[in-house]
């Protein structure tokens, strides 16, 4: 059974920093692709970020590039987005997902963890 938990959002001023992580369970973390999505209320999700299993290759969305980092420990089943230099649009439900491919496209991804809250306050 796939398990992807997410932890450390929470509420910071713009400006601030927050660092998320998921820890994955169920499924051979070293081969897959992690990505992070995020969903504003009214909103559609949409891609964040995604790492590929070597840490070779990864995607930004336009709108977080120079702030967000993606990364992962394979040893450890985990990856984190860290996120700097914060904004009130960046308020949302972020969701780590797991695929076999690295794809921006949400449909691409295989499982999904429940999400973490994060509030950034202007």
């Known amino acids: 059974q796939v398990r992807l938990v997410e932890s450390g959002g929470g509420l910071v001023q713009a400006g601030g920093s927050l660092r998320l992580s998921c820890a994955a369970s169920g499924l051979t973390f070293s081969s897959s692709v992690m990505g992070w999505f995020r969903q504003a209320p009214g909103k559609e999700r949409e891609f964040v970020t995604a790492i590929r299993w070597d840490v070779a290759v990864t995607l930004y969305a336009d709108s977080v590039k120079g702030r967000f980092t993606i990364s992962r420990d394979n040893a450890k089943n985990t990856v984190y987005l860290q996120m700097n230099s914060l904004k009130p649009e960046d308020t949302a439900v972020y969701y780590c997902?797991?695929?076999?491919?690295?794809?921006?496209?949400?449909?691409?991804?295989?499982?999904w963890g429940q999400g973490t809250q994060v509030t950034v306050s202007s």
């Open positions: 997902a797991s695929s076999k491919w690295l794809r921006v496209h949400r449909e691409n991804y295989d499982y």
